[in-house]
Nanobody, 118 residues
Framework: QVQLVESGGGLVQPGGSLRLSCAAS????????MGWYRQAPGKQRDLVAI??????IDYADSVKGRFTISKDSENSVALQMNSLKPEDTAVYYC?????????????WGQGTQVTVSS
């Protein structure tokens, strides 16, 4: 059982910054990918950024140059969000793919609200 706990969401004005953090705990044999997805009201959940254990990174086109994903440790990930726009408003979910040598598991956090508004 893996738990992902996010922190750092909130209300910020356009052009402002926020930093999201996510820590994984529980029975973790190996973490392969960690990242962030977001879901705006009435829309599907979309990829924001992911990072692999090898350090490979991928961003959604809409956040390139503004958001930076990083690993604080093997089982924690952060998302630095700069130059925030109203369209970045969404619930942000932490994601981690883990494995026990036999099976792979997709794990999700409970979500943290990010609101960009003046």
């Amino acid at each position: 059982q893996v738990q992902l706990v996010e922190s750092g969401g909130g209300l910020v004005q356009p052009g402002g910054s926020l930093r999201l953090s996510c820590a994984a705990s529980g029975t973790i044999f190996r973490t392969y990918v960690m990242g962030w997805y977001r879901q705006a009201p009435g829309k599907q959940r979309d990829l924001v950024a992911i990072i692999t254990t090898n350090g490979n990174i991928d961003y959604a086109d809409s956040v390139k140059g503004r958001f930076t994903i990083s690993k604080d440790s093997e089982n924690s990930v952060a998302l630095q969000m700069n130059s925030l726009k109203p369209e970045d408003t969404a619930v942000y979910y932490c994601y981690a793919s883990t494995g026990d040598g036999i099976s792979l598991f997709a794990n999700w956090g409970q979500g943290t609200q990010v609101t960009v508004s003046s």
